[in-house]
């Protein structure tokens, strides 16, 4: 089970990781790629390792994202855990052995309870009653993308490898892989390369969780739009020392589109008005004090996560190897993935690609 579930985590690590790089106008919305192992995980696992697969998956997309700490984390939570039970329930009454329902269908209402349990949450936390403007958007985007998704995975299923030699039903104890662990030179080292890493920089990585814990607890009790701002700056410009790159292009996204939904209901001073449209001067105030806390709050959140954290136990454990399956799937170096690539005649090269890539890694980690 261990091997299984540790690899599947790492693939929905990394695939919430390609998601992270488009930028989104709200921070719950996401295109589901992560959901793909989920649904993998329908049929190739029982319901308890689909179940510690759906948690795990929320924590790794948080860790990624950077929004352990802010409440993004709640969105993906309420989203993950309806949308996975949701189909976990499909495919077991309608899916499997019956095929009263295609991975298309089940993407489809993945979709749907993923995004209903967003909608309500961001209305109890956020939105309020101007979530009526954004949920049709919501849904119907929603809507496209388990659609795509569910098609990909229809596709992918028929002509998959890597899902014969994982196997179906539970019988992914035994694979026909014959693994070769010196073409993993990556994995075989990186416990040991974790491990210095985490007794080089302990002191800096937990202060680091000290500074941002203080900076969070200010966040929640402050209604100052001054120090709220000057917080997220602040840890902007650490992210981008500690990192070495800045995120500017989703928090504006987030700015603007909280701050104007909120100006869909009028109230106070008029400060500007275009037509029918008015800018006034107390939801002007509520938006970009909420839309500030949350982007204060996804900076600073990513600020305090390290990949060198260290855990004691099977956790820590877990986390390496999750790491160095990552680390694999990361790495392009693969010259049979890339001659398949360059067959622009097979429309299917992209299919291809995935599943020799997946069959690879699988192969080394093993």
Request: charged share 15%.
């Amino acid at each position: 089970m261990k091997n299984r579930i540790t690899f599947f985590s790492a693939l929905c690590f990394f695939l919430s990781a390609v998601e992270m790089a488009i930028p989104k106008p709200l921070p719950f919305m996401r295109l589901g790629l992560a959901n793909l192992p989920v649904m993998a995980s329908l049929a190739l696992f029982s319901v308890k390792e689909t179940i510690i697969l759906l948690f795990l998956k929320v924590l790794l997309q948080a860790f990624v994202s950077g929004t352990l700490f802010s409440y993004v984390f709640l969105f993906s939570l309420a989203g993950t855990v309806a949308s996975g039970v949701g189909m976990l329930l499909i495919y077991r009454l309608l899916g499997g052995k019956r095929e009263l329902v295609s991975w298309f269908g089940v993407s489809l209402f993945g979709g749907l309870m993923n995004n209903l349990a967003q909608i309500v949450v961001a209305k109890l936390i956020m939105f309020g009653d101007n979530i009526s403007y954004v949920a049709p958007l919501l849904l119907s985007a929603g809507f496209l993308c388990s659609g795509i998704l569910g098609i990909f995975m229809n596709i992918f299923w028929k002509n998959s490898r890597f899902v014969k030699i994982v196997g179906i039903n539970g019988s992914t104890e035994k694979t026909v892989v014959s693994a070769k662990k010196e073409n993993s030179t990556y994995f075989q080292n990186v416990k040991s390369g974790l491990e210095d890493d985490r007794k080089k920089s302990f002191l800096k990585i937990y202060t680091s969780i000290l500074i941002s814990i203080l900076a969070f607890a200010g966040i929640l009790i402050s209604s100052s739009l001054y120090l709220i701002y000057g917080t997220f700056i602040l840890f902007l410009i650490l992210n981008a020392i500690k990192y070495k790159k800045i995120r500017l292009i989703t928090p504006l996204l987030i700015i603007v589109s909280v701050t104007y939904l909120e100006l869909l209901s009028p109230a106070g001073k008029i400060l500007w008005q275009y037509g029918s449209f008015k800018v006034t001067d107390i939801p002007l105030v509520a938006g970009l004090l909420k839309s500030g806390k949350l982007c204060a709050m996804v900076v600073v959140s990513r600020f305090a996560v390290n990949k060198n954290i260290h855990l004691p136990g099977k956790a820590g454990e877990f986390v390496s190897e999750a790491f160095g399956i990552f680390g694999e799937l990361y790495r392009e170096n693969s010259s049979k993935c890339t001659d398949i690539v360059n067959i622009k005649k097979n429309r299917k090269s992209l299919f291809i690609y995935i599943d020799t890539r997946l069959c690879e890694v699988w192969e080394n980690v093993n």
